[in-house]
């Protein structure tokens, strides 16, 4: 049977630019990875990972003309914002090698023994090991920040765990080429270059997570895919953890009085984040909850104008246009559904963006206008009036996990009742509560978390910011183990001056 092409194709026009690649059979698969299995070793020494890390920002960065290029060519999102994407993957690898450097991490607690304590306390040491072979499969809508150099490729690294990234099929040259950095950065810092390695193929993605040498998976992209993925991972005779990001709604709240204070500044600021690189973000503010009443119809006239004077945009493959297409010409067909500016087809290429709108009342119980309740990839958001903040709760009581919630209340808190309760019942719907902001853009800091209740993602774990390395490693204990048998991180006189606990108290 003939090799498959792996083709890098034109979002703007549908044509095809250059075959990049091939996709990889079930034996290609396996020897990926048993050859990052065999190298996992290399990456036990912390100062060469860090230096691994840095060395792949900068060399992202010296590559950044090529890199940018090759993105904007396969995905349309421009080289505005590719460049700014191109920043925030740098900064995250050099954010890891922080990490890496302090040791924090390693979660080091030693107690020693104590043999007044019922049961009586052996010596104990415990801190945290890599799980193994990482499988990353990469996003559609973040070609760097959140595929080949992305934050689930970089965090796992920084754990020292070898990565097999599965490519997008939307932007395989530029998979091609980030990879190719990695793996210089990896040679230019002594380690082997097969601590990073891309395969490419829907059947090859099935396979590696099958595969009995991966040890752990992360994933972007669609609840449909990642449930599918997610399913494989726990059915394998040994299951592994599957960290997924597979949608979200993000919905928002506006008070009465918020609306009443400043609704023209929300519906603006609404319409820009809405329609935000084409409405492709996974933190788009998809479904906003807004009053009825003069002022609620003021914020959606401030809105119409935003995203009136938004212009077509290409979305970043024809299925994803179609589907769009079609999910806004369902859903606006629904009863009491309008379209005060209509979302859909603006070309054989491109689309336009919108909003509905729909009474509250419609969402409270089970019905068809669930589909209003699901997300719809690209630059439309839902926008139901209600009529009382019962409607508010029975609304948010019906809609499943996100990554983030949004309250827009009034600036002076004491003069808005609602604001409280609100936000207390957003508070259970997402990992992320955002309040009087918008939630596209998602800082890289040590306190923010990217995940949410599912759908919004397959586990309790953050894919952005420091922490997001904990989901590639395991707690390992050693009792009453003699000190030349102890590793490194955890010997008495700590050689290697990590932070810990001793004896519960930080040392």
């Given at each position: 049977m003939s090799a498959v092409q792996v083709w890098s194709v034109d979002?703007?026009?549908?044509?095809?630019?250059?075959?990049?690649?091939?996709?990889?059979?079930?034996?290609?698969?396996?020897?990926?990875?048993?050859?990052?299995?065999?190298?996992?070793?290399?990456?036990?020494?912390?100062?060469?990972?860090?230096?691994?890390?840095?060395?792949?920002?900068?060399?992202?960065?010296?590559?950044?003309?090529?890199?940018?290029?090759?993105?904007?060519?396969?995905?349309?999102?421009?080289?505005?914002?590719?460049?700014?994407?191109?920043?925030?993957?740098?900064?995250?690898?050099?954010?890891?090698?922080?990490?890496?450097?302090?040791?924090?991490?390693?979660?080091?607690?030693?107690?020693?023994?104590?043999?007044?304590?019922?049961?009586?306390?052996?010596?104990?040491?415990?801190?945290?090991?890599p799980l193994g072979v990482v499988a990353v499969y990469a996003a559609s809508n973040f070609p760097l920040a959140f595929s080949v150099p992305g934050g689930d490729t970089a965090s796992a690294l920084a754990a020292g765990c070898p990565v097999v990234v599965k490519a997008h099929p939307d932007h395989p040259a530029t998979s091609?080429?980030?990879?190719?950095?990695?793996?210089?950065?990896?040679?230019?810092?002594?380690?082997?270059?097969?601590?990073?390695?891309?395969?490419?193929?829907?059947d090859a993605g099935v396979e590696l997570i099958r595969h009995p040498l991966v040890s752990a998976a992360g994933f972007t992209g669609s609840v449909r895919g990642g449930r599918a993925l997610y399913d494989a991972a726990a059915a394998r005779p040994t299951p592994i953890p599957f960290h997924g990001e597979l949608g979200s709604l993000n919905p928002v709240v506006v008070?009465?009085?918020?609306?009443?204070?400043?609704a023209g500044e929300i519906g603006t600021g609404l319409g820009g984040?809405?329609?935000?690189?084409?409405?492709?973000?996974?933190?788009?503010?998809?479904?906003?909850?807004?009053?009825?009443?003069?002022?609620?119809?003021?914020?959606?006239?401030?809105l119409a104008g935003t995203v009136g004077s938004t212009g077509s945009g290409v979305l970043l493959d024809h299925r994803m246009r179609d589907a769009f297409v079609a999910g806004v010409r369902e859903r606006a067909a629904l009863p009491d559904v309008d379209a005060p500016v209509p979302p859909g087809a603006a070309g054989e290429h491109s689309v336009s963006a919108g909003y509905l709108t729909v009474p509250a009342a419609r969402l409270t119980a089970e019905g068809p206008h669930d589909a209003l309740l699901e997300e719809c990839f690209g630059p439309v958001a839902v926008i139901a009036r209600y009529a009382s903040v019962d409607e508010i709760t029975a609304v948010l009581a019906r809609l499943p996990g996100n990554l983030t919630a949004t309250l827009q209340t009034a600036t002076d808190e004491t003069g808005d009742p609602d604001a409280g309760p609100l936000l207390a019942a957003l508070t259970p719907l997402a990992g992320r509560i955002l309040v009087n902001g918008w939630p596209t853009g998602v800082a890289v800091a040590p306190a923010q978390h990217h995940g949410g209740p599912y759908p919004a993602t397959t586990s309790t774990s953050t894919s952005v910011g420091a922490t997001a390395i904990e989901r590639w490693l395991r707690p390992v204990t050693y009792q009453s183990t003699p000190e030349t048998l102890l590793p490194p991180e955890l010997r008495e006189d700590n050689p290697l001056g990590l932070p810990r606990r001793v004896d519960g108290r930080r040392a």
């Open positions: 979002p703007r026009t549908g044509n095809p630019r250059e075959q990049v690649a091939v996709e990889a059979t079930a034996e290609e698969v396996d020897r990926a990875v048993r050859s990052a299995h065999a190298v996992r070793d290399a990456l036990a020494d912390r100062v060469a990972r860090a230096a691994f890390l840095r060395a792949a920002a900068e060399l992202l960065e010296e590559s950044g003309e090529r890199v940018i290029e090759a993105a904007d060519a396969e995905t349309a999102l421009g080289p505005a914002r590719l460049t700014g994407e191109l920043a925030r993957t740098a900064a995250q690898f050099r954010a890891f090698a922080e990490v890496v450097d302090e040791g924090a991490y390693l979660d080091v607690h030693i107690d020693h023994p104590d043999a007044s304590r019922t049961p009586p306390w052996p010596d104990l040491r415990r801190y945290k090991i091609e080429l980030c990879a190719s950095v990695l793996r210089r950065a990896a040679a230019r810092t002594g380690l082997p270059e097969d601590v990073l390695t891309v395969v490419h193929g829907f008070t009465a009085a918020a609306a009443a204070e400043r984040s809405m329609t935000l690189g084409v409405g492709q973000f996974c933190t788009k503010p998809g479904f906003v909850l807004v009053p009825e009443g003069a002022a609620g119809d003021q914020l959606l006239k401030s």
